[in-house]
């Protein structure tokens, strides 16, 4: 229900939060970059032939990515499913139509066990979707040459190979040797790379598609961006008169993530990386002098130029553990929200690459206010499993409450 007051959150009754946990769906992404609202503001304007705009969107993508082509679809997920049905179909319309049910002789898509993570729905999910079966090759810490050759035969329609915080990082096939091995058994690779900067190692790298979020670092609307070899491009476009329509995406956002491609060009990607050290700075100084916190700089585990600072939590000197501080600190107002993913092993993050001017000093602020007042770090049982069970708590509880 709205509400007086003045700003955006308060008209329209939503609680104010400060996103220091990452590009998270939960949290509307990312702030858009310079010029992206008013380029998906003027595109609502104007009819247009979607196949034209999605052309226009290839040359930005190919320019960036140096792929051969690209197309735009609703998400990264999207993306995924859309080029493993473009893997099984290729350029033929009535195997477009008959997916997912009837999935012709290519049907099985290869990924490491160490690969099949979630990143909010499970990947091989978005892999499933599509009427693709997963054939898992090695175990979740270990996979070698010969189980990956092993998963690969004439029903194989495709490989994802996924790169993400939220994989094993450790015994895994990098990507160049299971682009070889993939490739010598004449399977193409496509990389799951939504979360990373680099535009253009993956397809260097020997992936034949690469997929990106447009709504993460780029700072576009929510939108898939899927690029690659030509042929498979085009077979995943295909998948627009098929399963994809459910995935669609509108002239608003394609000419939005054209407009965060080419602001992504011109980023001073120096003076970004300048500002998240800045804030960095602000927060270790907030915390030096606490008892019962530790703060570290830590880099982005995938390579992303992306440091982030991890506050270990000593819950014999501060009384309360770092799933309680989280959740103590997104009770706040505003809310902060800090990167919980690995909180049962004693430690929270606070991520700079979303800050509005001003907020890393109300984030540093709020920090000491919730460590320094410890009758407010009073723990309730949900924080036991807050990084297992807390999201599907949240969707669940959607909608129950009649307030
Ligand atoms: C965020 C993410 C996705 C999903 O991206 P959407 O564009 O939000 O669908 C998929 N894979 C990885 C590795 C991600 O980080």
Redesign the pocket.
């Given at each position: 229900m709205p509400t007086s007051g003045s700003s955006w959150h308060q008209r329209h009754a939503l609680n104010e939060l400060i996103n220091v946990s990452g590009t998270m769906?939960a949290l509307g992404a990312s702030l858009a970059a310079p010029g992206v609202a008013a380029a998906t503001a003027e595109a609502m304007d104007h009819f247009v032939s979607i196949h034209e705009a999605q052309a226009r969107a290839s040359e930005a993508i190919t320019r960036l990515t140096t792929a051969e082509a690209g197309f735009l679809t609703a998400?990264?997920?999207?993306g995924i499913t859309l080029a493993v049905a473009g893997c099984m179909t290729g350029l033929d319309p009535a195997l477009v139509e008959a997916l997912p049910l009837h999935p012709g002789d290519r049907h099985e898509v290869v990924v490491q066990a160490g690969h099949l993570c979630a990143?909010?729905a499970p990947v091989e999910q978005a892999v499933s979707l599509a009427g693709a079966r997963v054939r898992t090759v090695g175990q979740s810490t270990l996979c070698m040459d010969h189980q990956v050759l092993g998963g690969l035969h004439e029903h194989t329609a495709a490989a994802v190979f996924?790169?993400?915080h939220?994989v094993v990082h450790y015994g895994q096939c990098p990507l160049d040797r299971f682009a070889e091995l993939c490739h010598s058994a004449h399977v193409p690779v496509i990389v799951?790379a939504?979360?990373e900067y680099d535009l253009r190692g993956f397809l260097e790298a020997g992936a034949d598609v690469v997929i990106y979020?447009g709504?993460?670092f780029l700072g576009g609307p929510t939108a898939?961006i899927v690029a690659g070899r030509r042929d498979l491009i085009r077979a995943a476009y295909l998948q627009n008169m098929g399963i994809g329509r459910g995935m669609k995406i509108g002239k608003e956002s394609i000419f939005g993530t054209i407009a965060a491609l080419e602001a992504w060009e011109e980023r001073d990607h120096a003076a970004a990386r300048a500002a998240e050290t800045r804030a960095l700075t602000v927060w270790m100084d907030a915390l030096a002098d606490l008892p019962g916190v530790t703060p570290r700089v830590v880099p982005d585990p995938t390579g992303n130029p992306l440091d982030r600072l991890q506050v270990e939590v000593d819950p014999a000197e501060l009384g309360a553990n770092a799933a309680t501080v989280a959740r103590v600190l997104a009770e706040c107002d505003p809310a902060i929200i800090v990167r919980n993913h690995e909180v049962e092993l004693g430690f929270f993050q606070l991520d700079p690459c979303n800050l509005k001017e001003g907020q890393a000093e109300v984030v540093a602020a709020s920090l000491r206010s919730v460590l320094t007042q410890r009758e407010l770090l009073q723990a309730r049982p949900e924080d036991a499993d807050a990084a297992r069970n807390g999201s599907t708590r949240a969707y669940l509880q959607w909608g129950a409450d009649t307030a």
């Open positions: 769906t998400s990264a997920s999207a990143y909010g996924v790169v993400s939220h799951d939504a979360s979020s709504h993460k898939g």
